[in-house]
């Protein structure tokens, strides 16, 4: 309860600096939007294809730049063993299934794709 009243205050404080006016005026506002955002799934579980012999199938965030390889990365191990199950934070990662690399974005319980030049 505590954290969804900060977050209201924050929200009503950046709302009272953008649109004029007291942050008491927002508030109203400002704690239904709180209360959304602390409903919303922190977390998304993604299923990908089962690897074959020749590529495998893996998911690593991306946590800052590499010198070498463009991207630093932290894989993330799957829920199970031997599963194509990764439970995901909010946050960027990179995905490669069966060989097809490509990049999401994980926000407010959905992901979706992205391209490499949005992950720079």
Not at 11 to 24: D, L, Q, V
Not at 26 to 52: C, F, G, H
Not at 59 to 71: D, N, Q, R
Request: hydrophobic letters at 40%; aromatic letters at 12%; proline letters at 3%.
């Amino acid at each position: 309860m505590k954290n969804v009243m900060t977050r209201a205050w924050e929200i009503a404080k950046a709302a009272s600096s953008i649109y004029g006016g007291k942050a008491s005026e927002y508030i109203a506002d400002a704690l239904r939007m709180a209360w959304a955002e602390s409903r919303r799934p922190k977390s998304v579980t993604i299923e990908l294809r089962q690897p074959n012999r020749k590529s495998k199938t893996w998911v690593a965030a991306i946590v800052g730049t590499h010198p070498v390889y463009k991207f630093e990365r932290r894989f993330i191990s799957p829920i199970a063993w031997g599963e194509t199950k990764w439970e995901l934070a909010e946050g960027v990662y990179e995905v490669c299934e069966n060989g097809n690399r490509y990049f999401i974005r994980v926000a407010g319980g959905d992901y979706r794709r992205i391209d490499a030049k949005d992950v720079a």
